[in-house]
């Protein structure tokens, strides 16, 4: 079973900002949140990643809540091409590559 | 810097028949990760290589068996397939995990859509 929870989809108008949870309500102490998006027909894309603090990127800025059991994805100013499935996996700090991919959200930007 | 490539990009199969996937991992990685994703679903891990040795494994039969060559690539080898197994076969490259630093992110191909009838 997937350590992440998120809706299976959500919509956002052209140009305002997108903001997609996930709860991982069983994170431990050592595990990282990581975002990566899929756009249709192609490979998922590395977006952020995150510990305990907020993260900012040039592509999006990650809100980890205080106690980690949740977290928020934002993309500022959304464009018709940030249509994907987005994906918030838990990961852990040392070696770990069985990461557990949940059904992800399905982010539709509107014109 | 080229990133990661896959080749064929796709493939048809009958049952029965074995098929080799090709990986080309990004510049200046050494490790790298197969994974099977069914239509409307996220990646599913099927293996790791590094050192050309597979590291760790996910729940896929011994159908599934891999290899890593020197340079880094990789392929992914199934035999007798099944129906089941039509998929996009995804690889993904990174740096050896260091547990002194965050997990390197995964960088993705654009796969190889796999069908088989």
């Known amino acids: 079973d997937a350590k992440t929870t998120q809706p299976p989809s959500m919509d956002c108008a052209e140009g305002r900002a997108a903001n997609l949870p996930c709860n991982h309500s069983t994170i431990s102490g050592n595990e990282y949140v990581y975002w990566y998006r899929q756009i249709h027909s192609q490979g998922p894309q590395y977006i952020i990643h995150?510990?305990?603090?907020?993260e900012t990127n040039e592509m999006a800025s990650l809100i980890i809540t205080e106690d980690r059991k949740s977290s928020t994805l934002i993309l500022p100013h959304a464009t018709l091409r940030d249509t994907a499935v987005y994906y918030c996996?838990?990961?852990?700090?040392?070696?770990?590559?069985?990461?557990?991919w949940g059904a992800g959200t399905k982010l539709i930007i509107k014109p | 810097d080229a990133g990661v490539t896959q080749s064929p990009t796709h493939l048809i199969k009958t049952r029965g028949q074995q098929v080799t996937l090709r990986c080309s991992p990004k510049s200046g990685h050494d490790t790298v990760s197969w994974y099977q994703q069914a239509l409307g679903q996220g990646p599913q891990f099927i293996f790791q290589?590094?050192?050309?040795?597979?590291?760790q494994r996910g729940n896929f039969p011994d159908r599934f068996s891999g290899h890593q060559f020197p340079n880094y690539s990789s392929e992914l080898n199934v035999n007798a397939l099944l129906l089941g197994d039509s998929a996009l076969y995804l690889c993904?490259?990174?740096?050896?995990?260091?547990?002194?630093?965050?997990?390197?992110?995964?960088?993705f191909g654009n796969g190889t859509r796999l069908t088989v009838t």
């Open positions: 995150g510990l305990k603090n907020n």
């Open positions: 996996i838990v990961r852990f700090m040392d070696s770990n590559y069985q990461l557990i």
């Open positions: 993904a490259s990174s740096l050896k995990e260091d547990r002194f630093r965050p997990p390197s992110p995964l960088h």
């Open positions: 290589y590094y050192e050309e040795e597979e590291r």
